[in-house]
């Protein structure tokens, strides 16, 4: 079932200066020029609610949450309980139990990563992932592989940044006990054909996870329609604090997996030789959570909700696709990922330009973008280069930022090469 959010109308006026007023930060100037921020795939700014969201937990809230009787522990239990309802909602998870609050997408991947292999992984099993994949969906599997004797196996991508279906089909077999993915590259901004690959990997009996962190942000993600198992977001690329994210997982699996960490919070009841584990989420939570982090994330997915987030993703996907075109008309600039099925992100080299200098030029200009590997090392090996010069966009962007980053780059090239 969609529920209302999932079904809002892209067509709607998505008003761009509207916007960039709620982000406080977009005002700064940098070197003299006004920041241009491109680089929202590394993280994303706050609008001023979830900021002050944040201000006003540690002035009238701050208390623990599910321990105490008193008012104060009382109100945070309810707005850290409301959050995890908005996270629900805003990701189509059948109930709030299935939503785990974790300080990010990398703390959700090993968690799933440690309480899965403990759960199905035997020696010689096998754990397919793509080639594609941010390094924290590849180093905490490699470190299972490690202690449970398993094999990764990585699933090839095309020149134009695409998992290769048919290869990732040939590498499906009944030793695949774990297939994970990303839903976006944040090094090519490939949107891969997460039902497609997960209807794929279930058929193999395999459990699928899905590394949710540049997605969250440009897309709506149904968790029940792409029917994955997990799925994994951070809530600062998503206008969110640092230090908190989600791991969703279907009922059925959290309830029959161990918990990855021991502590307060997590447990019915402990005796020295027994402890009872809480229900789910809570079994997965243990210690103090992010309090005020979680209730600024469901502040932040109220914020898009707000503004017709479906039509904030149209408003940006124009945005990228003039930033292309103009990107294109510069010679000896390289794109480094053209999948025709595409995101908010563009990764370049121009001739053999050090990405380092043009984006330490661009800085100069007020242009902030990201340099180097992107955290994903591997699909850098794949394309033969160290790094890339990485601009990535958010709703909060223009039209005239583009051409400043477009003036920017032609400058530094000329400059430079
Ligand atoms: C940012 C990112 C991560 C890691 O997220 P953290 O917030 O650093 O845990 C993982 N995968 C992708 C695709 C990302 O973009």
């Known amino acids: 079932m969609m529920n209302e959010y999932h079904a809002q109308a892209p067509q709607t006026v998505f008003d761009v200066e509207q916007v960039r007023k709620d982000f406080p930060i977009l005002k700064e100037s940098i070197n003299g020029h006004p920041l241009v921020y491109l680089d929202n795939a590394a993280t994303t700014h706050k609008p001023q609610v979830v900021i002050d969201t944040i201000a006003e937990f540690y002035q009238s809230q701050n208390a623990n949450i599910h321990r105490g009787v008193h008012t104060l522990s009382q109100r945070g239990t309810d707005a850290y309980e409301a959050a995890r309802a908005k996270v629900q909602n805003f990701i189509n998870a059948d109930s709030p139990s299935e939503v785990i609050f974790t300080r990010g997408t990398t703390d959700s991947i090993n968690l799933a990563a440690n309480s899965l292999a403990r759960y199905l992984l035997s020696k010689g099993d096998e754990i397919l992932i793509s080639e594609s994949e941010h390094h924290s969906n590849i180093v905490p599997w490699q470190m299972i592989c490690e202690q449970y004797g398993s094999n990764l196996v990585v699933a090839p991508i095309n020149d134009d940044g695409e998992i290769i279906i048919p290869e990732f089909e040939n590498r499906l077999s009944p030793k695949t006990k774990i297939v994970s993915f990303g839903h976006i590259s944040n090094a090519l901004g490939t949107i891969n054909p997460v039902q497609k690959l997960t209807s794929l990997a279930h058929e193999a009996q395999a459990t699928v996870l899905i590394d949710g962190a540049q997605a969250v942000a440009h897309a709506l993600v149904d968790v029940q329609n792409i029917d994955c198992d997990f799925y994994a977001f951070s809530g600062h690329k998503i206008f969110a604090p640092t230090g908190v994210g989600v791991l969703f997982g279907k009922r059925e699996l959290l309830e029959a997996i161990s918990p990855y960490q021991g502590g307060g919070d997590m447990i019915k009841e402990v005796r020295f030789d027994k402890t009872e584990y809480n229900d789910i989420p809570y079994k997965f ?74 984006g330490l030029l661009l800085d100069s200009q007020g242009v902030a973008v990201r340099t180097g590997h992107h955290c994903a090392m591997p699909v850098m090996q794949r394309y033969g280069i160290s790094g890339t010069v990485r601009a990535s966009l ?21 400059m430079l090469v």
Do not use: W
């Open 394 to 414: 958010s709703i909060y962007n223009t039209k005239a930022e583009i051409d400043s980053f477009i003036r920017a780059v032609i400058k530094a090239k000329d």
């Open 285 to 358: 939570e243990a210690g103090t959570p992010n309090i005020a982090g979680a209730i600024g994330l469901g502040t932040a997915l109220d914020y898009v909700i707000d503004l017709n987030f479906a039509a904030a993703i149209s408003y940006e996907d124009d945005l990228f696709n003039y930033a292309i075109a103009r990107l294109c008309e510069i010679d000896s600039l390289r794109m480094i990922g053209t999948a025709i099925e595409k995101a908010a992100v563009l990764s370049f080299t121009i001739d053999n330009v050090h990405p380092q200098d043009i």
